[in-house]
């Protein structure tokens, strides 16, 4: 398995930017598919966005195409969610994790490894 450790989240006004780190250790980092979630209050925990193990592929969610951007560094262990053009429905708490294996998901379940998340607030 993978640990992971989440920073970044914080309170933003709709419009404004965030980046979420995800430090990781354990598991070789370049041979996890990495994926980032977002839990909203009352709501079911959904797919933002994931990357392959390179980094060459990226799959976003369509709530989150355009203004989202996911990235890694493989020489530091760690992936990035770049946040642009914040909207309050970005409000949630948001997870790194972790995904063993060749092909892409966006299942919750396919994910092995999570972080402890992290608080984005998203005021209107």
């Known amino acids: 398995q993978v640990q992971l450790v989440e920073s970044g989240g914080g309170l933003v006004q709709a419009g404004g930017s965030l980046r979420l780190s995800c430090a990781t250790s354990?598991?070789?980092?370049?041979?996890?598919?990495m994926g980032w979630f977002r839990q909203a209050p009352g709501k079911e925990r959904e797919f933002v966005a994931a990357?392959?193990?390179?980094?060459?592929?990226?799959y976003y969610a369509d709530s989150v195409k355009g203004r989202f951007t996911i990235s890694r560094d493989n020489a530091k262990n760690t992936v990035y969610l770049q946040m642009n053009a914040m909207k309050p429905e970005d409000t949630a708490v948001y997870y790194c994790?972790?995904?063993?294996?060749?092909?892409?998901?966006?299942?919750?379940?396919?994910?092995?490894?999570w972080g402890q998340g992290t608080q984005v607030t998203v005021s209107s």
């Open positions: 990357t392959s193990r390179s980094g060459s592929a990226t």
């Open positions: 994790a972790a995904r063993s294996g060749l092909s892409y998901s966006i299942q919750v379940g396919d994910f092995d490894s």
């Open positions: 354990g598991r070789t980092f370049s041979r996890n598919i």
